[in-house]
């Protein structure tokens, strides 16, 4: 099977919108009632959280939505039955925590992604050497790309080591923190500059503090797209049609 | 075999550093500084000066002589509640302060369970003159309130962690992102031998000198080193030194709860499985879908639900065993001691005598036991659990 992602970013296009949200939240069945909303709204890729009970690069909003989707009783597995009763169309990232994907068993987790349209993992707990030694193989065989992150804090070496294992695009942090927590994106520009003169084989997308189409528009300018999560999911947050409110605020971004 | 650490981070199939990468250049900039700042005379020299001018090292071993009369073998208590501060906890945070002084440092951060780290952590930045704020789980503020007061009164901010159990694996959450938040000029000094490569082994090493000293104070080796464990770093430092001399046998003892066929219960190792819990590999708690389980103590510096992966490591490779005490066993135990030696013991530390009645004990046999801390922060606890007032 062909990897969406790889597809989507084979020519490095610019302005890509990635949006986050958690599986399962805010009601159970809602992780597929987004993913079609965002398809019709014409987001470039689309990242699913896989909700943990100790989610600790994560701020208050996506704990939060962890916590109920958890308590709406959101797994892996039903997660993998939601994708397969609805393929996605647009390519598609699961962002997890190491251990629940230790628990599904790291091969069969692989597997399931290829067959329900998995393109890419997030697993902000894995580190590049394990990643190299124990895992590199197992995702090749699927065919799934692993996204790395960088900070303000990783040093360029360590920047040109991470560009030479990914096979996806590289997340760059805006600024060091949790998820969602600064209000402020004009210090990133100075990082994201940076990353940009590196000139690096591997599209960046940039994430964590973007929140409406000024800061998305600002990204832009140095990267191949930004991420959205904490502000996209208080926007579904509350609200009586969340495919609406979807909708719309994707159209307020791009 | 080899019980130590590898160069990787790993005892065995357990340890390492599964960090996000936002961690990465504190853990990398620990990873090669602590052992060559370990190592340094001035380190060594500063180090053993505090523990012997202001925590009080060496701590005495003393024989409680009606102890050995009830369970028929002479048993030995290792007086840590005697340390500055009321625990063990107080030998890692000089360690660290020092590391963290080194290493220019300006802003300390710490979790805590029963209080007692939060309070040596406290004790040492302000000997150190360092900002310090210490995470607690809300539930545990209540239960050790007269910690969080020594906290405060000793400079500290004391910050609720309100997610989870509310309790000590929810404020080390909470620490590790404030570490993540404050990558620069912040060390966050953990109080067990828990989290990423070089915590559990630099943790070991600054406790180790528990089991230094008992080899010094004893004529020739014990039968028996017995210690509670939460996240196990006084029981690694009562191990420590004993770990190849195979005919020692080490014995953990971890909370119960309310029984291990409850589901109120911190019996990591008698319960737990292999995963992944605040970056390291480990045995931890958890249900079938990896999601950690909200562990239950009535003490709560054992009311956690991983464990140090160098126990998960003498656990598998059958050098320690591992024993689990009920609340109501632990009380019993605390109540024992108090009576017999006239020595209230910490929660924590109670465990570890309650197994005394459980061993096979010979009037030869010599018991170490490792009487981490003293119980004045439990005296809200006894005196509801036991109708004190
Ligand atoms: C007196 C005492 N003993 C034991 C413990 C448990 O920690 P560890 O297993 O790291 O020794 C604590 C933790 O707060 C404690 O205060």
Redesign the pocket.
Known sequence: MKNKLTELLKNKPQNLLNIFYTAGYPQLEDTTTLLTALENAKVDLVEIGIPFSDPLADGPTIQESSKIALENGMSIEKLFSQLENNTPKVPVLLMGYLNPVMQYGLEAFCKRCQEVGVDGLIVPDLPMYIYQTEFKEVFEKYNISNIFLVTPQTSEKRIREIDDNSNGFIYAVSSASTTGSKTDFSAAADYLGKLKDMELKTPILTGFNIKNQQNFNDACKYVNGAIIGSEFIRQITDVEDISKAATNFVASIK | MSYQVNEQGFYGEFGGAFIPELLYPNIEELQENYLAIEKSPEFQEEFHQLLKDYVGRPTPLFLAKRLSEKYGAQIWLKR??LCHT????VNNTIGQILLAEKLGKKRIIAE??????GVATATVCALKGLECIVYMGEKDIERQAPNVARMKMLGATVRPATSGSKT?KDATNEAMRDWINNPEDTHYII????GPHPYPDM?ARY?SVISEEIKKQMDGLPDYVI???????????AFYHFLDDKEVKLIGVEAAGLGVDTDKTAATLTLGTPGVLHASRSIMMQDKDGQVIEPHSI????D?PGI?PAHAWLKVSDRAQYMAVTDAEALEAAVEVSRLEGII?????AHAFSVLKDLDLKPTDRVVINL???GD?DMNTYMEELNLL
């Open positions: 840590e509640d009321g625990a063990h906890k805590t369970g029963a209080g007692q780290h000590l109080g067990s031998v828990v943790v406790q210690a509670c464990v939460g996240g196990g770093s006084n029981a690694m430092g003490s709560a510096g054992l956690y140090g013991p910490a929660l924590e530390t981490s801390g003293r922060k």
